[in-house]
């Protein structure tokens, strides 16, 4: 079956601009997550949707914002762009997000340059 | 806050030998969910293996195997036969067990170099 599809795979932005991530996840998977990792603060955990509602938040501004369409796909969005937003914004797809035992699949990233 | 530490940024191992990753971990919860993820430049996390804290015996997938050690808040991968396609960045991360929590709490990551 298709993994995790984010599109797109690479963009660049200019400060001040605004960006929207999609991310497909596995049929049948009904928890998204956000992840942002940069070479110095690592995997930083944005937030996490559930059947449309956003359960949990990680610590970051409200630039960052994100929602869930009733198919489970979802997207997230950055308003305002600073460079220190470049990043490489990763999604990640469970069946409930909650049960550790059945893991999380990843998709394979989009690439923000903001210049 | 959980915490997840991982003291070595790079690692090399020739091919066909073991190499052992360490990740320690800070927690006051008692049931919880330890992983390894490799990512190769391909960008992809790619599960490598899982533990729960309350089985005490480690896990095991084919070559890879982990040392899981709950008082010392320890849990470490040893890749066995090493081979070029487990070059790759690895994450060990740690998700609290239950309802309520939906994050994963990752490490800074293990560079794996494989020596041909």
């Known amino acids: 079956k298709a993994g995790v599809t984010q599109t797109p795979r690479y963009l660049i932005k200019t400060r001040g601009q605004q960006v929207t991530l999609s991310c497909s996840p596995i049929s049948g998977h009904r928890s998204v997550s956000w992840y942002q990792q940069t070479p110095g603060q690592g995997l930083q955990f944005l937030f996490e949707y559930f059947s449309e509602t956003q359960r949990n938040k990680g610590n970051f501004p409200g630039r960052f914002s994100g929602r869930q369409f009733s198919n489970s796909r979802s997207e997230m969005n950055v308003s305002t762009l600073e460079l220190g937003d470049s990043a490489l914004y990763l999604c990640a797809s469970s069946l409930r997000g909650s049960v550790g035992a059945y893991g999380y699949t990843f998709g394979s990233g989009t690439r923000l340059t903001v210049v | 806050a959980q915490t997840v530490t991982q003291s070595q940024p790079e690692m090399s191992v020739q091919e066909a030998e073991t190499v052992t990753l360490s990740c320690t971990y800070d927690t006051s919860e008692s049931d919880y969910y330890l992983f390894w993820y490799k990512q190769p430049p391909s960008r992809q996390m790619i599960l490598v293996i899982r533990?729960?804290?309350?089985?005490?015996q480690n896990a095991t997938e084919n070559r890879f195997s982990v040392n899981f050690q709950k008082a010392a808040k320890s849990f470490s991968l040893k890749i066995s036969d090493s081979q070029l396609g487990d070059a790759a960045m690895y994450f060990c991360?740690?998700?609290?067990?239950?309802?309520?929590?939906?994050?994963?709490?990752f490490g800074k990551g293990t560079k794996l170099s494989v020596i041909p």
């Open positions: 991360a740690y998700q609290v067990s239950g309802a309520g929590s939906y994050q994963l709490t």
């Open positions: 533990q729960e804290a309350y089985k005490q």
